[in-house]
């Protein structure tokens, strides 16, 4: 990652009452003022959302971690997990499948994303441009 500067990073318990907390910090760390802030809620609470869900996470004492850093005019969101011995993680692009849509709206509303595992967990990044809404939002007559 060239020159990023972390802007804030929070570790909460990998248990689904804890998303919330993880909401929050990313508003409080972008600021409501920012345009790229309500897509990166939405993204970094399904991520977070799939971690507690899917992953060791869950498990007594785990836990995930988000980080925020600061390139090029935008932000890079990394969101890291205890790991699971499941596949890696998947987009499911089909709409008439129940749930499990978390990571198509990271491909679909991210300006790159992907992941890393190793064996100490997988973390899932996702990167916005700063300064201009996702998705684009048309100018309609007044």
Known sequence: MASAAVIGS??????????SEARSFVIKTLGEDE????????LASEVVTNAVLHTNSRLPGGT???????IGGGVRIEVSDDG??????VVKGDGCVRG????FLVQSLASQWGYTRD???TTV????????????????PG
Request: aromatic share 10%.
């Open 100 to 103: 499990g849509h978390g990571l």
């Open 84 to 89: 699971s011995r499941a596949s890696a993680p």
């Open 35 to 42: 345009p790229a802030t309500e897509v990166a809620v939405l």
């Open 64 to 70: 995930v971690s988000i980080a925020i850093f600061e």
């Open 119 to 121: 064996e100490l967990g």
């Open 125 to 140: 990044w996702f990167s916005l441009t700063l300064g201009r809404g996702y998705p684009a939002q048309p100018d309609f």
């Open 10 to 19: 929070l570790t909460i318990p990998g248990h689904p009452e804890h998303v």
